[in-house]
Structures are given as C-alpha cells and as structure tokens.
C-alpha cells in the first residue's frame, strides 16, 4: 500500500485477554517503531527494529508487552493479559532509512486499544 | 538523553492572528529536531525538521520554525492562522536511534 497500514483500528479487549496489533509498514522501509499513545499525551516510544532486529525495546512498559518483525517488514505487538492502563492508541510508524538521520517517520492511524 | 518540553497543551487564537507554539529541548548531543501535526482522525505527519544547517526551517502549510541553540528551543511559526490549521501539534528530538515526542499542544483557531 502507499502508507503504514494498522489493524485493527478499534479492538475492545476484557482485562486479562491478549491482543495483537498488525503493522504494514510501507515497502522497502528499514525502520521500524511502536509508540503508545495515551489520551491527551504524546506518542511515548515502546520499541524499535532495523529490518528484522529489535534494536531497542526500553520504552515496552512490562513483559506482557512483546513485538516481532520476522521478515523485516510486518510487525505485530502483542500484548498479555491486558490490563485497564494498557488502554491507549498504539502507533506504529516506519522509516525508509535510520530514522534519526533522516527524521521523517510516516505514521499510521494507530490501533485504539479500549481494556474493559 | 534526550527530551522536549512543549509549553501550553491548549493554545487558541483568532483566524489571521500570529501562531506561536514553543518547545524547548534538552539533549546531550547536538539535535535533530522536528514538528509534526495531527489532524482529527489522521495519522501524524512531518511538518518540518532541522538537522544541520540554516536554522530556520520552512516546512509545509506556511509554518516555520527556528533553531536556537542557546535558548535551546525550536518553536513553530505561522504568519496568520487559518481554520484548517487546528489540530494538535508536536514538538520530536532524535536521538540514541528513537524519537521522543513532547506531549503535544493543541491548537484552536477561533474565528
């Protein structure tokens, strides 16, 4: 596709559920980022690869938290026994380079995660 | 580490008047910076960015912003305001292969 596409956009969980959130990043893009985004905050970073290798996951706030990028191209963050603070938008963002060099991520719409 | 501080979570002003949102930034080498806008319902999207040189940037929509390393702020710029310019905006560093976002201010435009 031409742009970072999530899914699902909407996913209501009950507490103690696992979740998983797809990202297609687009084509050919190098890195890869997650970030939470919790309502009326900023986007807080979670995790980042470069193709295939998770190069820093110091932002994944518990070990529920888990994310893959197999192939180096689509990602999934999963989430374990979800709990109510896990409740946020997540958003995944892709770059064509280092994104620190090039500065310019191209973000998806994000994953609203509603944990009842 | 690296990290920015957006001054207001809520700015508002009238259509045609001067847009002035202000981010300050700390970081420990010297920084890439860059705004970034979220309309309703949308994905963020790159205003602009300043990495090396000029230090007044010029980015899309007509904002702009610049560089000041001994106030060590980058804020946002825009001449006059127009209603579609409401949405909330974010003030980024890079740095240590990330980048951290400040927690946003949203802009009103009010007619």
């Known amino acids: 596709g031409a742009g970072v596409s999530q899914s699902p956009r909407y996913k209501v969980a009950k507490r103690g559920q696992d979740v998983a959130l797809r990202c297609d990043p687009i084509s050919g893009h190098v890195s890869l980022f997650w970030y939470q985004q919790a309502l009326g905050q900023g986007p807080e970073f979670l995790t980042y690869?470069?193709?295939?290798?998770?190069?820093?996951k110091s932002g994944l706030p518990s070990d529920r938290f888990f994310a893959e990028r197999p192939e180096g191209s689509v990602s999934t963050l999963k989430i374990q026994r979800t709990q109510q603070e896990d409740s946020a938008v997540y958003l995944c963002?892709?770059?064509?380079?280092?994104?620190?060099?090039?500065?310019?991520?191209?973000f998806g719409e994000g994953s609203r995660l509603t944990v009842l | 580490a690296q990290s920015v501080t957006q001054l207001g979570s809520h700015v508002s002003v009238s259509e045609g008047a001067l847009v002035l949102l202000r981010c300050n930034y700390s970081s420990s080498v010297p920084p890439y910076l860059f705004w970034y806008v979220q309309y309703p319902n949308q994905g963020l999207q790159l205003l602009l960015k300043?990495?090396?040189?000029?230090?007044l940037v010029k980015g899309i929509n007509g904002f702009e912003a610049e560089f000041k390393k001994s106030e060590t702020s980058f804020h946002l710029t825009k001449p006059s305001a127009h209603m579609s310019d409401a949405a909330e905006y974010f003030c980024?560093?890079?740095?240590?292969?990330?980048?951290?976002f400040g927690k946003g201010t949203r802009l009103h435009i009010l007619p």
């Open positions: 690869f470069q193709n295939e290798a998770q190069l820093d």
């Open positions: 963002a892709s770059s064509p380079g280092l994104a620190t060099n090039t500065g310019e991520l191209f």
């Open positions: 980024a560093v890079s740095g240590n292969d990330k980048i951290i």
């Open positions: 300043y990495t090396t040189g000029a230090t």
